[in-house]
């Protein structure tokens, strides 16, 4: 069984920061691509940055330059570092893996999408 758990969320004022952590843990062969997105109420989960196995990183627009996805593979962990928080960017963000678990005894090897049970970011003007 996979399971991603997220950490990291909380309540900070406009121009702080936080860091969110994703730990992926179970039967994994390998972690393809890792992300993040945000839901925040009212709207449209969107994706807000990603990063491959290799380390390529994707940023949506809005967070350009103020947002840091990083991992480490050897820990099957994901970060997202938010620096210049804005009250726009209040949500819950939720943590997404890419991944390859091993299969089940007479199963076929095939990548999978997990999503962490997300986490609350308040930023306050």
């Known amino acids: 069984q996979v399971q991603l758990v997220e950490s990291g969320g909380g309540l900070v004022q406009a121009g702080g920061s936080l860091r969110l952590s994703c730990v992926a843990s179970g039967s994994i062969f390998i972690i393809n691509a890792m992300a993040w997105y945000r839901q925040a109420p009212g709207q449209q989960r969107e994706l807000v940055a990603m990063?491959?196995?290799?380390?390529?990183?994707n940023y949506t627009d809005s967070v350009k330059g103020r947002f840091t996805i990083s991992r480490d593979n050897d820990k099957n962990t994901v970060y997202l570092q938010m620096n210049s928080l804005k009250p726009e960017d209040t949500a819950v963000y939720y943590c997404?893996?890419?991944?390859?678990?091993?299969?089940?005894?007479?199963?076929?090897?095939?990548?999978?999408?997990?999503w962490g049970q997300g986490t609350q970011v308040t930023v306050s003007s």
């Open positions: 990063i491959t196995h290799g380390g390529r990183t």
């Open positions: 997404y893996a890419n991944l390859r678990p091993y299969p089940k005894y007479g199963g076929d090897w095939e990548d999978l999408g997990y």
